[in-house]
């Protein structure tokens, strides 16, 4: 399901320094039996980029996490080529430098990222959920021998989801927190960027 993200703006937050508190249920006083998913606390991380690493038949020769790697398996050309791990990495960069900047990241938005940094490459199965969960610090990674020839993958088995939890969209306490929390004093600090479901800034 579609859901908010909040991303790490500033690249002098280490992972795990900062947290929203301000998100509930808080993990430590939730009830399982009667609450939702615990929303808080929330500990960012930043997005994560690795230098994939390919044999001759575009196999991953050894396991990669984060962007890049999910730029090689759902980015294409006109040709119906993918990236070379180099451009993977670049059309990462680009894509982050663009959240940094606080810039939109609805699809439109993430294909032109690509073009710009890779020219002649489109957003092939790219999805705003998936790169919007990137940015804020979900983990993706592709195993060993893993065929990047081929469009399409199964993105959902190459997230870690016992490391990153999604926003509840219907949650009050993120949009309290977003109106005049925790969230909108990081905001107003430059040290997140807020995304709506559909890559628009918030």
């Not at 508190?21 to 808080?40: H, T």
């Not at 870690?160 to 107003?188: H, M, N, Y």
Request: proline fraction near 7%; charge should be negative.
């Amino acid at each position: 399901m579609p859901s908010p993200a909040i991303c790490i703006r500033s690249t002098s937050v280490q992972n795990g320094s900062f947290s929203i508190r301000d998100m509930w249920p808080s993990r430590s006083l939730a009830n399982p039996v009667k609450d939702p998913a615990p929303q808080g606390p929330r500990y960012l991380r930043q997005p994560e980029i690795n230098l994939p690493s390919i044999d001759g038949n575009g196999a991953i020769t050894r396991a990669v996490r984060g962007l890049a790697a999910y730029v090689l398996t759902n980015v294409v050309n006109g040709a119906n080529a993918r990236p070379t791990p180099a451009q993977a990495v670049l059309i990462a960069e680009e894509i982050v430098t663009e959240m940094r900047a606080g810039s939109d990241m609805e699809l439109l938005d993430i294909g032109g990222y690509i073009t710009a940094a890779a020219a002649g490459f489109l957003v092939g199965s790219v999805t705003v959920q998936d790169v919007l969960r990137l940015l804020s610090g979900a983990q993706y990674t592709l195993p060993v021998g893993h065929d990047t020839t081929l469009l399409n993958p199964n993105n959902a088995s190459f997230f870690d989801e016992g490391a990153f939890q999604d926003i509840v969209p219907e949650d009050s306490s993120f949009w309290i927190s977003l109106a005049e929390g925790q969230i909108a004093r990081a905001k107003a600090a430059d040290l997140v960027v807020v995304y709506a479901e559909d890559g628009t800034t918030l």
